[in-house]
């Protein structure tokens, strides 16, 4: 008869055949997560396996949906916060490898039964058992992530995968740090078998009972060789070690520590032992802990993020809203995007333009899209016509009459939208919420003739619709809390993340770009090659430059805008210290790759349209400049102005939250994720050196990168923004 031990991490039973069934089972989490009590639990079970002289073998697996998602995000990142010490970090690095080696050496086999997905320390705990089978399941996924974290694996991972699959197939996936199916997994000799899922415990167990599963690794033998070698004469190693080394400097232009922490714990710690080779591996972990990238990237892009997906400014005691129908008014790039996200989360779209056939043309754009991806295997042919029968195209806006939701996309002008607006609003339901996907104008001046202003509110989608993950939900001053919550509903149906800012000219995002992008233009106003400073902006962590960017996007959106801006505020407007190139480039029609010259000259070189060249002739327009520029000071001058106009966009109460402010300027403009934000980039320089540097640019290189009194007296009172 099955015997039970009460564990409070674990379930424990002996079944009749003598093998130890061990369901990992954190109480009051959805996901099993390691924790102290989980390690010293795990470590009381395998005492306890091998001191039962009636237990023959174990298998590791899972009461919950997933195997084991790993680390405790959050907990790591109050861990990994100051004034943490080297010795306190070792110890945090250290933390659960020696569990994990006593089961792979206490002399009785344990299999790991992965019945659900079995990321980071999930897999990293299945690579120390000694045999592995996965359920047969596609939505089940495997993989060493921790490099996307900022981190690396830290539970032996970085050892145990080249020591059973080689060094260069172990680099490739813990570098990339993809998810893998159970078919890849076998495939690459991470797992020894796909079984299906209803069959998996009674496989593992006969495989124990008939003496399959050896209790001694390979690497614990005499004489063990890792497949493909190791070391350091080995001349194929050698060259792989050199690429990967010059294509992680390539990719992360240095600003990213994990990478090379990996690579370096996998050269050196499979060149000696498997004990040594760990606490190699603990040491490039410690070092991970102390650095802040590690923590800040958790923190804004795990931690903070996964908080707003959840929908965490959602109004409280409102009922979600039950949304089937969605309008989008305007057939162009914009709301294309719109409503093939919005029919992908099941939604039936009404996509509306002014005239048939451009409504006609948004809906032939996103069938041409899936053409594309059908031809390369990334979609069916069935799902693409099912997500394009809930589009309809149309001219009439009578078809907005069952619409729980109309989401404008037309032309950034407000009286072009004023007008949809008011044919709009003839034709829906008086409880439909009315949004606006404005970048820049204020919501509440685009409400202001409408008869209830209350169900108005901003949704700013980013371009590409379909690719990009935020949306800015965007309050005006009679928005109620019932609209911003089905608001966010909406958001959350189409996956995406929302952050909630309050009303102004340019919201938040926008405010902060442009002052990126008008510092660059400043750049070329002081003699600058545009060269130079797209090179800059990438060293410094972005993935492109701005003055690249602009040409791809085109200078006319960004020119109007500014122009806008000036007409509305008045005298009272000061222009940007770039206007002046922006609006000579402008008017001189040098607009972008569009036209084949921006900050660029585009030209077929070798066959190949639409070239990016160095502008021939820009130093007849700037003067160049007389002395050579300091990189590093260009490069915080790129960052340090967005954080300075994401500090203002708080201190006026456009945001309200660093996490939303951190997270938005990643997801939706692109500001370098190993900062963790502009938040955080500020609290770690420091707020006093932050506000100290930005004096000093001031002072050479303008009176925008003033600090404000607000701030000085934030450094003064070494108030931290976390």
Known sequence: MPTNTAFETFKYIINDKGVAVISMDIPGSSANVMSDAFRDELSLVIDKVVADDSVIGAVITSSKNDFMAGGDLKAMVEMFAPPITKEQALDLANALKPTLRKLETCGKPFVAAINGAAM??????????????????????????????????????????????????????????????PEKALKKGIVD????????????????????????KGWDEKGFKIPGGSGFFDADLGNLYNYHTTTIANNTQRNLPAPIALLTA????????????????????????????????VRTMFVNKGELDKL?????????????????????????????????????VKLLDLDQSNADKGKAGIAKGFEKRISRGRMTQDKAYAILERITPTNDYSQLADCDIVVEAVFEDENVKKKVFAMARESMREDAILASNTSTLPITGLSENLADSSRFIGLHFFSPVDRMPLVEVIV?????????????????????????????????????????????????????????????????????????????IGMENGYKATLAEKAAVGDTWQEPQGFHVQKTLHDSGRIGRRAAQGFYDYATVDGVDNQRQEWAGIG????????AADAEELKQRLLYIQAL??????????????????????????????????????DTVGLKEFVNRCDQLADTVGERFRPSEWLRQRAENNQAFY
């Open 193 to 216: 078998a796909v079984i299906p899922a209803d069959q998996l415990l009674d496989t593992v167990c006969e495989k124990i009972l008939n003496g399959e599963v050896s209790a001694v």
């Open 266 to 297: 996998v050269a050196r710690g499979t060149a000696v032992e498997m004990d040594q080779g760990l606490h190699i591996e603990s040491c490039q972990f410690a070092k991970l802990i102390l650095d802040p990238t590690a923590r800040n990237m």
């Open 120 to 181: 980071g320390g999930g897999l990293e705990l299945a690579l120390a058992c000694h045999y592995r089978v996965v359920a047969d399941n596609n939505k089940l996924f495997l993989g060493l992530p921790e490099v996307t974290l900022g981190l690396m694996p830290g539970a032996g991972g970085s050892q145990r995968l080249p020591r059973m699959i080689g060094i260069a197939p172990a680099l490739e996936i813990m570098l990339q740090g993809a998810p893998l199916t």
């Open 476 to 552: 005006g001053k009679d928005t109620s809390d019932e609209t911003l919550a089905h608001s966010l509903d909406l958001v959350g149906k189409m996956r995406k993340t929302p952050i909630v800012v309050n009303d102004s000219r340019g919201f938040y995002t926008s405010r902060v770009i442009s002052a990126y992008l008008q510092e660059a233009f400043s750049m070329v106003g002081d003699g600058l090659s545009p060269t130079l400073i797209d090179n800059v902006a990438k060293q410094a962590g972005f993935a492109m430059g701005p003055l690249a960017l602009i040409d791809d």
């Open 620 to 627: 007849e327009v700037f003067t160049p400049a007389a002395k």
């Open 312 to 348: 965490v400014r959602r109004p409280q005691g409102i009922d979600k809203a039950d949304l089937k129908t969605i309008g989008v008014l305007g057939a162009g790039l914009m709301g294309a995007g719109i409503a093939l996200s919005s029919a992908q989360a099941g939604l039936t």
């Open 645 to 682: 106009e994401a500090a203002k966009c708080m201190e006026e109460n456009v945001i309200t939250d660093v996490t939303e402010g951190d997270v938005g300027v990643i997801l939706g403009i692109g500001f370098p994720g190993y900062t963790g934000g502009v938040f955080s980039l500020m």
